[in-house]
């Protein structure tokens, strides 16, 4: 509390402020009365009341001449926080996500020409699961990663890779492309594919394709 007192008497000169004084009555019991020394005409003095209860501060000032001032008092309560605790949860489903774009086109194959012919695409991965995987492979039953036009298979097979990375060979066989240990949202996970043409290669008019299946797992149940 602060306590705020000033000497204003008519007598000259004004004798100037001793104490102030105050005294807490705590649930109907009176205290001592308790000096905080001060010196002026006016002045200021602090005082802590940190008891819980039902307090009436009972205050006053005296000046150097002996003059106390009329009581005053301010009332207040001290009460003890009450604390009560709750928890505060969610949940998360188990989510294997995986989303590519449906086509990735490697542009128009040059006969006569040796030359590797790349595409980049993104699958973009979210697994909740503690530890996830993302591979690749050729589900056909025939031409095993080649891409075909009708009847024709091309003399190599597609070769994939994480973009920056070495390539591998596609075909019957999963290839893993990037394992995970924690948890992801939607992280993006760049490939490039790559199909050889060699000058010799004969190539057939039209539109050659090939469909690859990308799977996303988990050990995790």
Same mark, same amino acid.
């Given at each position: 509390m602060k306590f705020s007192a000033a000497?204003?008497?008519? &007598?000259?000169?004004?004798?100037? %402020?001793?104490?102030?004084?105050? /005294?807490?009555?705590?649930? =109907?019991?009176a205290g001592e009365w308790t000096k905080l020394a001060v010196d002026g005409t006016t002045a200021n003095a602090t005082a802590q009341i940190s008891a819980e =209860?039902?307090?009436?501060?009972?205050? +006053?000032?005296?000046? *150097?001449a002996g003059n106390t001032s009329a009581? *005053?008092?301010? #009332?207040?309560?001290?009460?003890? @926080?009450?604390? &009560?605790?709750t928890n505060v949860v969610a949940t998360v489903?188990?989510?294997?996500g995986l989303t590519l774009a449906p086509t990735t086109s490697l542009g128009a194959f040059t006969p006569g020409t040796t030359k590797d012919y790349t595409a980049t695409?993104?699958? +973009?991965?979210? #697994?909740t699961t503690g530890d996830a995987a993302l591979s690749l #492979?050729? /589900? #056909?039953?025939?031409?095993?990663g080649r891409m075909v036009n009708g009847s024709t298979a091309l003399p190599r097979p597609?070769?994939?890779?994480? !973009? =920056?990375? @070495?390539?591998?060979?596609?075909? &019957?066989a999963s290839v893993l492309l990037k394992s995970w240990t924690a948890p992801m949202s939607i992280e993006p996970v760049p490939l490039t594919i790559k199909q050889s043409i060699v000058d010799t290669?004969?190539? /057939? &008019? =039209? !539109?050659?394709? *090939? !469909? %690859? $299946?990308?799977?996303?797992?988990? $050990? !995790?149940?």
């Open positions: 000497d204003t008497g008519d &007598a000259n000169p004004v004798s100037g %402020l001793a104490n102030i004084e105050y /005294r807490t009555v705590t649930n =109907g019991v =209860g039902n307090h009436v501060i009972e205050y +006053r000032a005296v000046d *150097k009581v *005053k008092t301010i #009332a207040f309560s001290i009460i003890h @926080p009450v604390e &009560a605790e489903p188990t989510i294997l695409t993104t699958a +973009r991965v979210t #697994a #492979a050729d /589900r #056909a039953t025939s031409n095993q597609l070769e994939i890779g994480i !973009t =920056g990375g @070495p390539f591998t060979p596609i075909g &019957a290669d004969p190539l /057939r &008019a =039209g !539109t050659y394709g *090939k !469909t %690859l $299946t990308f799977t996303l797992s988990t $050990t !995790t149940p």
